[in-house]
């Protein structure tokens, strides 16, 4: 079985795929209206366009769901580890995303401090990814030790 971080790797691929795939889509659909409209040189700002497009993809799974598709599908969950996860702690967990660079460094740094297990925007935002059944083992715990 994939450790935490090879499991973490593919998740992120799966992720990437999935966002690549809707700005292909987007990118089909808006092409032939700004050619139309003679505004073609919108597309200088594409990568902007897909930095948010990632960081808010990101942001709204894992804020609303504590799980991405790609994460779902390797049974992962991103939890709080002060209070409840909510959009705030999801948006600064994933700042790093919008780009490979950042994403990079930001597990180097994280790599570097106490926890090799979490990246920097993780230990900020107060997060951490866990296997699913270390969730639901410990929500199932939690029930067998309250009367």
């Avoid at 992120?12 to 700005?23: A, E, G, K, W």
């Avoid at 504590?66 to 969950?77: A, C, E, F, I, V």
């Avoid at 700042?95 to 230990?123: C, N």
């Amino acid at each position: 079985m994939p450790g935490l971080w090879s499991k973490r790797f593919m998740a992120l691929i799966v992720d990437f795929l999935i966002i690549t795939l809707l700005l292909w889509v987007i990118a089909a659909v808006i092409t032939p209206v700004l050619a139309v409209l003679n505004l073609l040189i919108l597309f200088s700002i594409w990568i902007p366009i897909a930095a948010i497009a990632i960081v808010a993809y990101f942001t709204y799974f894992e804020g609303k769901y504590r799980t991405t598709p790609g994460k779902n599908l390797m049974k992962l969950k991103v939890i709080s580890t002060e209070g409840e996860m909510d959009y705030r702690k999801s948006l600064i967990r994933n700042l790093s995303k919008f780009l490979w660079l950042p994403l990079v460094v930001d597990v180097i740094v994280g790599f570097a401090m106490k926890k090799p297990r979490e990246r920097y925007l993780d230990r900020l935002a107060k997060t951490d990814v866990v296997k699913t059944e270390e969730v639901e083992g410990s929500k199932t715990k939690l029930k067998q030790s309250t009367p």
